[in-house]
């Protein structure tokens, strides 16, 4: 089955600096990189993800970069703003039947003013 | 507009109870799963769903059992609850489809079990 190794588990920068956090997965099938952000006592949501034929993916301050050759993939945040603090899960889906997702152990981020 | 409804927010159980916990989307979507959240180990799967009836094991299948009677409702069981299942419990839905699609997911349950 796939493997998702993340890094690092916490993470604390200060307001309007970047954030990057790292994955990387076992299975060479997999083509489908989502990220998701979980909040203090609230539900896993997914803030953007990467198919395997591109290699970058930009939606605002967050972007996730691709790198199927070495099997990893990032998620980067500029200008990290206190409500950016967050749990954030990076997952890939290996192979198999129902597209079931291989998630990382989760980096915690805290953005401090 | 709450498209992933687990039953329970919060439950405490004793051990040896059997233990259901019921999760319900209103999305048509074909699968359906379940995870569990633990500090420093991330969501892993314990059950998934691909279609009504059908039911694969995840990572971590011991001690679990699911079902799926309608496609809207899968339903996850501990046999006979023990301290070791004390955890968060987060059901997920998706569509079929390639390329993968991501989840929805429900809110969650923690269960505590004593």
């Known amino acids: 089955g796939e493997n998702v190794e993340q890094h690092p588990s916490t993470l604390s920068v200060q307001e309007g600096d970047s954030a990057v956090i790292k994955c990387t997965y076992s299975?060479?099938?997999?083509?489908?990189f989502p990220w998701y952000k979980q909040e203090l006592g609230k539900r896993p949501q997914l803030i953007i993800d990467?198919?395997?034929?591109?290699g970058e993916k930009k939606d605002q301050r967050i972007a996730v970069t691709l790198n199927k050759t070495a099997k990893h993939f990032s998620l980067h945040i500029t200008e990290t703003q206190p409500e950016d603090s967050a749990v954030y899960f990076c997952a890939a889906p290996g192979t198999g039947t129902a597209s079931k997702l291989t998630f990382g152990t989760g980096t915690r981020l805290q953005v401090t003013l | 507009d709450v498209k992933v409804t687990q039953s329970s927010r919060y439950l405490v159980k004793r051990t040896g109870e059997k233990v259901f916990l019921e999760c319900v989307q209103d999305m048509d979507h074909e699968n359906m799963f379940w995870y569990r959240q633990d500090p420093g180990l991330g969501l892993r799967l314990i059950y998934f769903s691909y279609d009504v009836k059908m039911k694969e094991k995840g990572d971590i299948p011991e001690g679990y059992s699911v079902s799926r009677e309608k496609k809207e409702r899968f339903s996850l069981i501990l046999e006979s609850a023990s301290t070791n299942q004390t955890s968060m419990y987060l059901c997920?839905?998706?569509?079929?489809?390639?390329?993968?699609?991501?989840?929805?997911f429900g809110s969650g349950t923690r269960l505590t079990v004593v």
């Open positions: 990467i198919r395997s034929n591109v």
């Open positions: 299975d060479s099938a997999s083509n489908y």
């Open positions: 997920a839905s998706s569509p079929i489809g390639f390329p993968n699609y991501g989840y929805t």
